[in-house]
């Protein structure tokens, strides 16, 4: 995991702390798989590429009746500590009102994902 991830995941926790409607990020592939994983799980409400030559990813935070949608990030895997967990290895977050994700040979996965399709990968973060 690049630190682009952790920059990427560090702006979308200070943007719902600051009550910000959107944040703006670099563009990089490895991000959008990122936040298209977190758009499915319902953390943010969408995002949008804009630029030509230099990329920008804009993603819009989403509240529910003034409440943030997500109460913390934990990072795992981090740049002198790679996170790597097997299948039978990864375990539910918060009693399963967390997801973990993961990044798999088959992509980016959460951690209920990965569990189905019994593969494991490295560690990148928790969200709740």
Request: aromatic share 10%; hydrophobic share 40%.
């Amino acid at each position: 995991m690049p630190n682009s991830i952790i920059d990427l995941i560090i702006r979308i926790k200070n943007g719902y702390l600051a009550k910000k409607d959107s944040i703006e990020s670099p563009y990089s592939i490895f991000r959008e798989q990122v936040l298209s994983k977190i758009n499915a799980l319902g953390f943010i409400k969408d995002y949008e590429i804009k630029g030509e030559k230099i990329k920008k990813i804009i993603v819009n935070l989403i509240y529910k009746e003034g409440v943030a949608g997500l109460t913390d990030i934990k990072i795992l895997s981090k740049p002198g500590r790679r996170w790597y967990v097997g299948a039978k290895d990864i375990k539910p977050v918060m009693s399963n009102f967390g997801y973990s994700i993961l990044s798999t040979s088959k992509g980016i996965l959460s951690n209920i994902e990965a569990k189905k399709q019994k593969i494991g990968g490295e560690l990148l973060f928790e969200i709740w």
